[in-house]
């Protein structure tokens, strides 16, 4: 593993992190798809040393939705890279200092506990200023979590990240998570758990905005769409 990484400055990028719910049908991984897609062409006019256009993506469950993109293992054989860790991808540099990686968007895919303390170590070590996808997170956080499981909730920002956090369920989501200055967003899809009530809301911070748009959301017919009807909430 290389040295851990300095901070880069971003300009006036405004790094965020999104809570995504939605059960399963409801289009979310090709929501992101897009969301990712957009991320990278947006610097296009915002170009500047040290930024780079990536997107990192945990592909949790090999989602149909990304399977069109390459693994990080896939890139490492495209650059000619033999790796015994391909996550070390993160932390290789050229000549002149920069990335080997330099764009695009990569997933990873793994499921065992170790593998999945790893990539959020590495991320949290040598990924800056990108995007990341932590698909089907709340399978593996835990209510009390270690400090791998927090790094990049917590330092985010410093790290030039911007992140989604994917669930399933609106109750899974873990308190240390809604209750604090984690999240900027909240994207609702419907979720397919049991009818809530409006006290299960309370343990979130904007409470009433997302109850009424839990009712809409939950109101709302099913479409032809691959996205399905969805709301964004500012927390």
Same mark, same amino acid.
């Given at each position: 593993?290389?040295?851990?990484?300095?901070?880069?400055?971003?300009?006036? &990028?405004?790094?965020?992190?999104?809570?995504?719910?939605?059960?399963?049908?409801?289009?979310?991984?090709?929501? !992101? +798809?897009?969301?990712?897609?957009?991320?990278?062409?947006? #610097?296009?006019?915002?170009?500047?040393?040290?930024?780079?256009?990536?997107?990192?993506? =945990?592909?949790?469950?090999?989602?149909?939705?990304?399977?069109? !993109?390459?693994?990080?293992?896939?890139?490492?054989?495209?650059?000619?890279?033999?790796?015994?860790?391909? !996550?070390?991808?993160?932390?290789?540099?050229?000549?002149?200092?920069?990335?080997?990686?330099?764009?695009?968007?990569?997933?990873?895919?793994? &499921?065992?506990? &170790?593998?999945?303390? =790893?990539?959020?170590?590495? !991320?949290?070590?040598?990924?800056?200023?990108?995007?990341?996808? #932590?698909?089907?997170?709340t399978t593996y956080v835990r209510?009390?979590?270690?400090?791998? @499981?927090?790094?990049?909730?917590?330092?985010?920002?410093?790290?030039?990240?911007?992140?989604?956090?994917?669930?399933?369920?609106?109750?899974?989501?873990?308190?240390? #998570? +809604?209750?604090?200055?984690?999240?900027?967003?909240?994207?609702?899809?419907?979720?397919?758990?049991?009818?809530?009530?409006?006290? @299960?809301?309370? &343990?979130?911070?904007?409470?009433e905005q997302l109850w009424e748009?839990?009712?809409?959301?939950?109101?709302?017919?099913?479409?032809?769409?691959?996205? @399905?009807?969805?709301?964004?909430?500012?927390?």
């Amino acid at each position: 593993m290389g040295k851990r990484a300095n901070r880069k400055k971003t300009g006036a &990028r405004d790094y965020q992190s999104y809570l995504l719910i939605g059960g399963k049908g409801q289009g979310k991984s090709t929501l !992101l +798809i897009d969301l990712v897609e957009e991320y990278l062409k947006s #610097f296009q006019n915002s170009y500047c040393k040290g930024i780079y256009p990536r997107a990192f993506i =945990h592909d949790m469950s090999s989602s149909r939705a990304f399977r069109h !993109l390459p693994t990080v293992e896939q890139a490492c054989q495209q650059l000619g890279l033999d790796l015994e860790d391909p !996550l070390e991808l993160l932390t290789l540099k050229d000549s002149s200092g920069n990335p080997v990686w330099k764009k695009g968007a990569l997933r990873y895919v793994c &499921r065992k506990s &170790r593998e999945i303390q =790893h990539m959020h170590e590495m !991320l949290a070590a040598h990924f800056r200023n990108g995007m990341v996808v #932590f698909d089907e997170w709340t399978t593996y956080v835990r209510a009390n979590p270690p400090d791998w @499981q927090i790094d990049i909730v917590n330092n985010h920002r410093n790290y030039g990240l911007e992140v989604f956090y994917v669930c399933h369920q609106i109750m899974r989501v873990p308190l240390f #998570f +809604i209750r604090g200055d984690m999240i900027a967003k909240i994207i609702l899809f419907k979720t397919g758990e049991r009818e809530l009530e409006y006290r @299960q809301f309370r &343990r979130y911070s904007c409470a009433e905005q997302l109850w009424e748009a839990y009712q809409r959301v939950l109101k709302a017919p099913a479409t032809d769409n691959w996205v @399905q009807y969805h709301e964004i909430i500012d927390v």
